[in-house]
Structure formats: structure tokens, C-alpha cells
């Protein structure tokens, strides 16, 4: 199994109430349904004011790196992901388990 974890940052300026935010926090919290490869899925927005903090978190979980490839290059993740270009940046760790 390989555990894809994904933390975003707003960029400057921008809040999570804004309309393009929430629809771009949608399209993640529908994401992990629509993809077949997605075995494990879960996100939300971080609950946490340290300095440090990222503000959207992505926890999920694919069978191999094939199923990595093919969920990455999904429509539907592309089209998620293109939402957020928008407004934020973001990390990413994929290790297996």
C-alpha cells in the first residue's frame, strides 16, 4: 500500500469562505469516491492557529505505484487539482506501508 498525504497552504490573502475555496474543498471531499483507485480517503480543513500550520489536508491511500500513476492522472484529480492551483500551494509525501 502506499499512503498519499497532501498538506495545502492558502496563498496570501485568501480565506477558506471564499467561493472558489469551498468549491475546490468539495471537489476533494468528493474526490476519493469518483476515483477507483483511491482505497482509503479522507480530508478536512486543519483545526489547528499555530504559525506553523497548513490550512487543507489530504489523507489517502492507493494499492501500488501503478494505482499512484493512474489516480494522478485521473480527470477528475487533474480537474481538483487545477482548482487549486488558483489559490494555494501545497506539499506532498507518498511512502509505502
Not at 500500500?1 to 468528493?30: Q, S, Y
Not at 500550520?53 to 494499492?63: E, K, L, T
Not at 480527470?75 to 506539499?91: D, I, L, M
Request: net charge negative.
Amino acid at each position: 500500500m502506499i499512503r498519499h498525504l497532501v498538506l495545502f497552504k492558502l496563498n496570501e490573502g485568501v480565506t477558506r469562505d471564499e467561493a472558489r475555496v469551498i468549491a475546490g474543498a468539495k471537489a476533494f471531499e468528493e474526490l476519493g469516491g469518483q476515483v477507483p483507485e483511491v482505497e482509503f480517503w479522507e480530508c478536512a480543513w486543519n483545526i489547528s492557529d499555530r504559525p506553523i500550520a497548513y490550512d487543507f489536508a489530504i489523507n489517502s491511500a492507493v494499492a501500488d505505484r501503478a494505482a499512484l500513476q493512474r489516480y494522478l492522472d485521473h480527470p477528475v484529480h487533474r480537474a481538483a487539482v487545477a482548482q487549486w492551483r488558483e489559490f494555494a500551494t501545497w506539499v506532498i509525501a507518498d511512502y509505502e506501508f
